[in-house]
């Protein structure tokens, strides 16, 4: 699965991953800030 598009978009499908019991993300990005942007949603 990958998630693509605004922040606003890729926070509501980790919402939806997080319901059905999803409990580890493994993130892999080209730059700094879109890791500490994943990080963020994350917690």
């Not at 980790?14 to 994350?42: F, H, K, P, S, W």
């Amino acid at each position: 699965m990958a998630l693509c598009g605004p922040r606003e978009r890729i926070a509501e499908r980790l919402g939806a991953y997080r319901d059905a019991g999803v409990t580890t993300l493994i993130c892999g990005a080209g730059n700094v800030e879109a890791i500490r942007m994943m990080a963020e949603l994350a917690l």
